[in-house]
């Protein structure tokens, strides 16, 4: 499996995919906002897109479908439940259903609601695995649920599915967030040894480059994944001091989904 991230360098932040087997050229597009740069990337690399995956029905994500798919004859596919919400939709996704591209590349579907209520990430299994997340998991930080969302789904999300997932699975994300979100898990967590040491050079860092983390780090600098950690859990309580000694996970996700909100 060849990966190709494009940086959008636009107010978004958006960051897009080219997903391409090795023995065909044949390459699957995610999220292509900026159609352009997408299609100027397939071309320099020798890929021919065939399909186009929308992670959920924003605009910022399905902006790019119908002038890339006038210039490849790409087929569209999105969440069964988003589909007809982003119009033009040839496959309608569902839970466990597999999107293959060429020969080599096999990339399973997981209803991740929370970020909208239908959202897909696309999981690739094996020896490398990766997970194309759109808007539910950011590096070090969690999608918000201000646009149709809904927060206890997101926590069912990262509890029931994105914690569940090896910890060498690469995380590829709609949007480039890194320093704002590792600034509000020192926030919440000041002493986090590797979320300071991953700030510091994030600041440094042209958003292009931005590093790729795996779930293993992000259950070390992302909040969300820290839903027991007792400096977190007291740092809450002085700021929600409603929430009990001993919160549940459930709890803790959705207040710190709540403080991020406008923090």
Same mark, same amino acid.
């Given at each position: 499996?060849?990966?190709?991230?494009?940086?959008?360098?636009?107010?978004?932040?958006?960051?897009?995919? =080219?997903?391409?087997?090795?023995?065909? +050229?044949?390459? @699957? *597009?995610?999220?292509? $906002?900026?159609? %352009?740069?997408?299609?100027? &990337?397939?071309?320099?690399?020798?890929?021919?897109?065939?399909?186009?995956?929308?992670?959920?029905?924003?605009?910022?994500?399905?902006?790019?479908?119908?002038?890339?798919?006038?210039e490849?004859?790409?087929?569209?596919?999105?969440?069964?439940?988003?589909?007809?919400?982003?119009?033009?939709?040839?496959?309608?996704?569902?839970?466990?259903?597999?999107?293959?591209?060429?020969?080599?590349?096999? =990339?399973?579907?997981?209803?991740?609601? +929370?970020?909208? @209520? *239908?959202?897909?990430? $696309?999981?690739? %299994?094996?020896?490398?695995? &990766?997970?194309?997340?759109?808007?539910?998991?950011?590096?070090?930080?969690?999608?918000?649920?201000?646009?149709?969302?809904?927060?206890?789904?997101?926590?069912?999300?990262?509890?029931?599915?994105?914690?569940?997932?090896?910890?060498?699975?690469?995380?590829y994300?709609?949007?480039?967030?890194?320093?704002?979100?590792l600034?509000?898990?020192?926030?919440?967590?000041?002493?986090?040894?590797?979320?300071?040491?991953?700030?510091?050079?994030?600041?440094?860092?042209?958003?292009?480059?931005?590093?790729?983390?795996?779930?293993?780090?992000?259950?070390?600098?992302?909040?969300?994944?820290?839903?027991?950690?007792?400096?977190?859990?007291?740092?809450?309580?002085?700021?929600?001091?409603?929430?009990p000694?001993?919160?549940?996970?459930?709890?803790?996700?959705?207040?710190?989904?709540?403080?991020?909100?406008r923090?």
């Amino acid at each position: 499996m060849l990966i190709e991230r494009i940086w959008a360098a636009n107010d978004y932040r958006n960051f897009h995919y =080219l997903v391409a087997c090795a023995e065909t +050229g044949e390459a @699957l *597009a995610i999220d292509p $906002l900026d159609w %352009r740069k997408c299609l100027a &990337a397939a071309k320099s690399r020798g890929y021919e897109i065939t399909q186009i995956v929308n992670t959920h029905e924003h605009r910022d994500h399905t902006g790019g479908n119908e002038p890339l798919r006038a210039e490849t004859g790409a087929r569209v596919l999105a969440h069964a439940g988003a589909a007809a919400h982003i119009g033009h939709v040839d496959v309608g996704l569902t839970r466990g259903d597999v999107v293959r591209v060429g020969r080599t590349v096999e =990339l399973e579907c997981l209803d991740t609601p +929370g970020h909208t @209520l *239908a959202h897909v990430c $696309l999981y690739a %299994r094996g020896d490398s695995p &990766a997970l194309f997340c759109g808007d539910t998991l950011f590096n070090a930080g969690a999608g918000n649920c201000h646009h149709g969302g809904h927060p206890e789904l997101l926590y069912e999300t990262f509890v029931q599915q994105l914690a569940r997932l090896p910890g060498t699975t690469r995380v590829y994300p709609g949007h480039e967030y890194l320093e704002r979100n590792l600034a509000f898990t020192l926030d919440r967590e000041p002493g986090n040894a590797a979320a300071e040491a991953l700030h510091q050079s994030a600041a440094l860092q042209d958003p292009a480059a931005a590093p790729i983390t795996t779930l293993g780090e992000e259950k070390r600098i992302n909040t969300f994944f820290r839903l027991q950690n007792p400096v977190i859990i007291a740092r809450l309580r002085e700021t929600f001091p409603e929430l009990p000694a001993e919160p549940s996970p459930r709890e803790v996700f959705l207040r710190l989904r709540e403080l991020r909100n406008r923090w």
